[in-house]
């Protein structure tokens, strides 16, 4: 007998726990599993592309913090940069190692809370309070170099707001040696648990040809077993003067490109980003951080494209100049809006727990998605 | 025992019979219930480097009376699209059906609610109605979340009910009784009589009886965490998913009320785990009433000790609930399917064939 079965039509999102923030999804399911996955962004929308015409230059830094809200420093990073290139400065060494320190430690913490977010999808919730407790010390850094703990206005054009606190240096030397053991803790305790391999091996393999054409970069891309990174591939700031690998997804526990391997691949970059900071903090030069800072930028008429990797991806900056105190154009390229893209593809036949893991192992940050 | 006692007083068996199955609820169960949710919060904070309820009393000590007040206040959310005697029965059910099985445990060798002959088959039984309760719970809600939740829970515990059983039948084989009392009897004397050492079974079969009820054991204990859906079998609340499955759509008492039957249901599951296999109340060491002479003191050893093994029990439930990730709801009845029950059977078969030794 032929059961009359019917789809249904199943609203996850906006006010959901593991959307993380404002993402709605329309999943079409049968029975658990899914025929269809649209989502639905914008809740967050805050017009930053339009705010920031009205804006001066140095204007945008701090709404650039309020886009990727979990790495408000590498936003600046890669705005300040594109708009020094536009302009053509000349950045004091000192400045850019500050930059790098400060950019790499964010790396650190969106990748644990990325990381921390993703156990408790999958229903670990301890390891997530033990991301967030090692996050909590970074912040403390940031704190008392910038005064802020989440959106900084910290790196502006040309130099960064103030010089690094005194105890700074010596403070991160001992973060560094803390955190060492904590990502082995977090392996013994979430990563190599057998249910969570369980439940991340081979689900939503993305393979490396669909992951360069959806344009999809970061831990992402990386995890699909393509080496491209640029810090490495475009190199900017100092980052040519430090010695760090870049880990890609090697499918140890399934397939190349499944959501493991777009976990195992950030607590490698976490590694990698401690490596830099303790060569930065060993070769940081002395000198003047806001020599650079120019009173009042008025670029030339043209336009630049500026990219950072940024701990989701590509980090783009398309500025259009028409010689004004404002800029006439302000573009971004967000990793996160790219990178969502492909989420309805990696879900089809997947069940709904698996969209959960799926989306968790995108990282997307919505404030970044919806701008 | 407790029922003579009361029938002494009262005069009337059925009002003798009521009280001494509701005794256990007033005085044992709703405090312990109490107690367990402030114990969770606060092993999970300490696990996880935080201190966990703090304001409320001393340490927190009060905390959950502060969130019943606090539940008793709210309002009693009914949605239109509701279907309103379902929705209000399922709680009811749910309650019910998680506080019924304590009629049957022996607390105490003088104080058991209800000393019936079928008092495992009983407990069994009436925690089916939990299942039918959830299911209410998510139909009537007309929520699609809970409805998945709901439809979950019921696969979920009506498959681990099997393992369960035939773990029933091979303690029923070595022990020939289902009576908790008797049962408990049986394992009385020192720790190495309880069943997960063979038993009071003489000779070589106890040698033989030893590596078979430790895996009863295993597969008696995996199922009963997936009848309380606690991680990592938690999938019908898993909170990432289905924000918290049957309830989503409880508020106040009624959601209280489910709160409290988790938190009953897993002592209940202890309490099951250890009259099978750790003796129930019975010391493991002798009693200090007996060598002192005091016999009115055993019943409070004996009290003493099965509490302090069915608590083991909930603390081991809550060690795993924040160690473990949750598992999927396929690989959820591929663990039972394709592991616990041939295993339960394998192990059956085989205490079957020791017991003809």
């Known amino acids: ?371 | 025992m407790i029922f003579d006692f009361f029938a002494k007083l009262t005069g009337s068996e059925i009002l003798a019979s009521i009280i001494s199955a509701l005794l256990p609820l007033f005085l044992f169960i709703l405090p312990f219930a109490l107690i367990a949710v402030l114990l969770e919060r606060k092993v999970s904070a300490h696990m996880q480097d935080r201190l966990g309820p703090m304001r409320v009393g001393y340490h927190g000590l009060l905390q959950t009376i502060a969130d019943i007040l606090k539940l008793i206040q709210k309002e009693d959310i009914v949605a239109d699209s509701n279907d309103k005697t379902l929705f209000n029965i399922a709680p009811l059910l749910v309650f019910a059906g998680s506080y019924a099985a304590f009629a049957a445990i022996p607390f105490t060798s003088s104080y058991i609610g209800s000393n019936i002959n079928l008092g495992l088959f009983f407990i069994i039984g009436i925690s089916g109605i939990v299942v039918i309760g959830i299911l209410m719970a998510g139909w009537a809600s007309n929520n699609k979340y809970t409805l998945l939740g709901a439809m979950r829970c019921v696969a979920q515990m009506i498959s681990f009910e099997i393992p369960t059983l035939m773990v029933v039948v091979t303690i029923l084989m070595v022990t020939g009784t289902l009576n908790l009392n008797e049962l408990t009897e049986i394992q009385s004397g020192f720790f190495w009589n309880w069943m997960i050492f063979g038993g009071a079974v003489p000779g070589i079969a106890k040698i033989l009886l030893i590596p078979f009820m430790i895996i009863a054991f295993g597969v008696i204990y995996i199922s009963t965490l997936a009848e309380v859906n606690r991680t990592p079998f938690d999938i019908p609340e898993a909170e990432s998913e289905l924000v918290s499955g049957y309830h989503t759509e409880y508020s106040g008492m009624k959601f209280a009320m489910f709160y409290l039957a988790e938190y009953a249901n897993m002592f209940a599951v202890s309490a099951i785990v250890v009259i099978l296999f750790f003796g129930g109340y019975q010391s493991p060491v002798g009693y200090l009433g007996n060598s002192i002479g005091l016999h009115w003191l055993i019943p409070i050893e004996q009290l003493f000790w099965f509490t302090f093994k069915g608590v083991g029990f909930v603390l081991l439930q809550m060690w795993l609930r924040w160690t473990l990730p949750r598992l999927r709801v396929d690989q959820l009845m591929a663990v039972c399917w394709k592991y616990l029950i041939p295993i339960a059977f394998v192990n059956l078969l085989i205490v079957g064939l020791i017991t003809l030794i």
Not at chain 1, 39 to 53: D, T, V
Not at chain 1, 144 to 171: E, H
Not at chain 1, 225 to 243: A, I, Q
């Open chain 1, 1 to 371: 007998m032929a059961l009359n079965t019917e789809e249904m039509t199943l609203n996850m999102g906006p006010q959901h726990p593991s959307t993380h923030g404002v993402l709605r999804l329309e999943l079409r399911l049968d029975g658990e599993f899914i025929v269809d996955v649209k989502s639905h962004i914008g809740y967050l929308h805050r017009c930053f592309e339009k705010h920031a015409e009205a804006m001066t230059y140095p204007q945008v830094v701090p709404y650039t913090d309020r886009m990727d809200y979990l790495a408000s420093m590498y936003n600046e990073f890669g705005y300040a940069l594109t708009v020094e290139k536009l302009l053509g400065l000349e950045i004091p060494e000192r400045v850019e190692f500050i930059r790098v320190i400060m950019g790499e430690l964010q790396r650190i913490a969106s990748h644990l809370v990325a990381l921390g977010t993703y156990g408790a999808d999958i229903g670990a919730v301890t390891p997530f309070l033990f991301c967030f407790r090692d996050r909590e010390k970074i912040l403390s850094l940031f704190e008392m170099t910038s005064g802020a703990r989440l959106l900084y206005n910290y790196i502006w054009v040309g130099g960064v707001a103030r010089d690094l606190p005194p105890d700074f240096l010596r403070l991160t030397k001992e973060f560094v040696e803390y955190f060492k053991p904590k990502i082995k803790e977090l392996n013994d305790l979430l990563s190599f648990n057998k249910i969570f391999i369980d439940r991340t091996a081979n689900i939503g393999i993305l393979p490396k040809d669909v992951a360069v054409n959806y344009g999809i970069t970061g831990p992402m891309l990386r995890a699909s077993g393509m080496k491209w990174d640029l810090r490495k591939d475009d190199t900017y700031s100092v980052y040519n003067k430090f010695d760090f690998d870049i880990p890609v997804g090697d499918g140890r526990m399934g397939t190349v490109g499944d959501s493991w391997d777009r976990y195992y691949v950030r607590i490698l970059e976490m590694e990698q980003s401690l490596r830099i900071i303790e060569q930065a903090v060993e070769q940081i030069p002395d000198g003047d951080v806001s020599s650079a800072i120019p009173r009042r930028i008025k670029p030339p008429v043209g336009q630049v494209y500026g990219r950072v990797e940024n701990p989701r991806g590509e980090l783009g900056y398309f500025i259009v100049s028409d010689g004004s105190v404002n800029p006439k154009r302000i573009k971004v390229r967000g990793p996160s809006f790219v990178n969502l893209a492909i989420f309805g593809e990696l879900c089809k036949g997947h069940m709904i727990a698996d969209v959960i893991a799926i989306l968790g192992s995108i990282d997307i940050v919505l404030g970044e998605v919806d701008r």
